[in-house]
């Protein structure tokens, strides 16, 4: 099976840097996706990590380590509008099943 | 404009009634697949469909039948043996199994009372 964690909650100050961690236990994947959600409305996709290392798109970036099970989104620069909840989600190899998505983490960022 | 369109937005029912939720899109996609979403949580797969006249049930498909019958509409239908249908329902559709960037709709808030 695959399971995907994150932290349900953080907060950041305006203009500040935020990390976003994902933990994973899946046999396979083609690859770590992050997704970004405001309130009432729809994912919309971030950014995608096939191989290991970092992927930089504007103010974020993204991070996965295979060997070690983790990814990261890293948001630079945090303004209000960045305030949604943000999900890791992954493609399994096995099998025939589509995007499995961790529970989200909320982000807050305050002035 | 390419996108997926959700319809209703907001739509309400009276518990016991089954309820079609509607999801369009025009980006030529294979793949589609029906989300729910509760408060505070992630997102479970309901149904997925990789191409015409066919789909296969996802984690949580008990309470709930899809169809698709044309590549740019797979409708939900909730029904009576649904235990909890109160909830946001996400359409997503992908160019394929293999694509790991999927488009969603807008959503449908379904409020059974």
């Known amino acids: 099976g695959q399971s995907l964690e994150q932290p349900s909650e953080v907060t950041a100050v305006e203009g500040a840097i935020v990390q976003i961690n994902c933990t994973y236990q899946t046999s396979g994947f083609y690859g770590l996706s992050w997704y970004q959600q405001h309130d009432g409305g729809a994912p919309t996709f971030l950014s995608y990590n096939g191989l290991d290392g970092l992927e930089e798109t504007g103010r974020f970036s993204s991070f996965l380590s295979r060997s070690d099970s983790y990814g990261y989104l890293l948001l630079q620069e945090l303004q209000m509008k960045d305030s949604a909840s943000y999900f890791c989600a992954v493609r399994p190899v096995s099998g025939n099943t589509p995007l499995v998505f961790g529970k989200g983490t909320r982000l807050s960022v305050i002035a | 404009d390419g996108g997926i369109t959700q319809s209703p937005k907001y739509l309400f029912r009276k518990e016991g009634q089954n309820v079609t939720l509607s999801c369009e899109q025009n980006?030529?996609?294979?793949?589609m697949y029906w989300y729910r979403q509760d408060p505070g949580q992630g997102l479970r797969l309901i149904y997925y469909s990789q191409i015409v006249n066919d789909f296969q049930k996802g984690d949580i498909a008990e309470g709930y039948s899809v169809s698709r019958e044309k590549k740019e509409s797979f409708p939900l239908t909730v029904t009576s043996a649904q235990k909890n249908p109160t909830a946001f329902y996400l359409c997503a559709s992908s160019m394929g199994r293999m694509n790991t960037e999927a488009f969603f709709g807008q959503g449908t808030r379904l409020t059974v009372v």
């Open positions: 980006l030529n996609h294979d793949a």
